[in-house]
Each structure stands twice: as structure tokens, then as C-alpha cells.
């Protein structure tokens, strides 16, 4: 990521785009604007805390599978990808969400270790 020079725009993860409407059509302000709620109930959820590994990770993870409820794949992938952006250069809060969210979530697992293995 910091190869772009912290422009995210250049990347493609400042437009998730995949032609097939509703999220996939959101770039970050969007997520922001339209989805403010679910993006802070995760960001508040998934406060790393060094040293308490899975206390803070069950709350994370539960806050992940909550948003299945209300969003489907694609908009909880925006979500967690317009988090990122925000914390973009805490690489230890990157790695340790993404390998939390990858460990304890059996569904959608394998998509969000590809992507931590990228960040």
C-alpha cells in the first residue's frame, strides 16, 4: 500500500468496482456516508489491544458476523476494506484484524486470508 504513496485511489481499493451494482459500485466515501453505522460498530469492535488477543478478537469477530445480518458479502468486504484505509499505516492493527477476522470466521475465511496476505 505504501508503494502508491498513500494514494488508495491508484491501488483499486478506493473504488471497489466490479460492474454488478449496489456495493460493488461504493468507493470509500460511500461506505462512509452509507454504511457510517456498520463501519463504526466494526471500528470500535476491533480496538487492538496488545496482549489481550482473543478478548478484543471475540468481540471483532462477533461484530463481523453481526454485519451478515444487515449487509451481504460485498458490503461487509467494503466495510472492512474503507476500515483499513483509515488505519492503513498501523501494520500490526492491519495483520493482527485481518488474522483475527481470517482464524475466527470459517465462512468467508479463505477470502479475507488472500487478503491479508496482500496487506
Known amino acids: 500500500m505504501k508503494a ?3 494514494n488508495l485511489s491508484e491501488c483499486g481499493i478506493g473504488r ?14 460511500d461506505v462512509e456516508n ?3 453505522d456498520a ?5 470500535n469492535g476491533c ?12 468481540v471483532c469477530s462477533r461484530r463481523w458476523k453481526e454485519m451478515r ?3 451481504d458479502d460485498l458490503c461487509r468486504f467494503a466495510v472492512l476494506v474503507t476500515l483499513t ?10 495483520r493482527s484484524v485481518y488474522k483475527c477476522l481470517g ?13 491479508f496476505s496482500l496487506a
Open 4 to 6: 502508491f504513496g498513500g
Open 16 to 29: 471497489l468496482s466490479g460492474g454488478r451494482g449496489g456495493c460493488s459500485d461504493y468507493g470509500i466515501v
Open 34 to 36: 452509507k454504511m457510517g
Open 39 to 43: 463501519l463504526r460498530n466494526l471500528e
Open 47 to 58: 480496538e487492538f489491544s496488545m496482549g489481550v488477543m482473543d478478548s478484543w478478537c471475540d
Open 69 to 71: 445480518t444487515s449487509l
Open 85 to 94: 484505509s483509515h488505519r492503513i499505516d498501523d501494520e500490526t492493527w492491519v
Open 103 to 115: 482464524g475466527k470466521n470459517s465462512i468467508g475465511g479463505e477470502w479475507l486470508w488472500i487478503f
